[in-house]
């Protein structure tokens, strides 16, 4: 079974038996996972509605993260 952050977000869902086709699509990354819709979770293979709309809440949620980290920025300078 693959070990990667895909995995451990499927893991807090409660959904782990996707894991290993989330990777042998292409979602082995949540910036990807990001772009989920309806097609991809077909080609996945989820198909329980409830395992659908979780899957999709949790999405929303990792694009809600980005827009509130988008303000946010490092500098590299030491402080004065």
């Not at 999405?59 to 946010?72: I, S, T």
């Amino acid at each position: 079974m693959c070990t990667n952050i895909v995995y451990e977000w499927l893991k807090t869902l409660q959904l782990p038996q996707y894991a290993e086709s989330f990777v042998d699509n292409g979602y082995d990354d949540l910036e990807v996972c990001k772009q989920i819709g309806d097609p991809d979770l077909d080609a996945i293979g989820v198909a329980v509605p409830q395992h659908r709309r979780r899957i999709h809440e949790a999405v929303r949620r990792l694009r809600e993260a980005d827009e509130r980290a988008a303000g946010l920025y490092f500098t590299l300078e030491p402080p004065p």
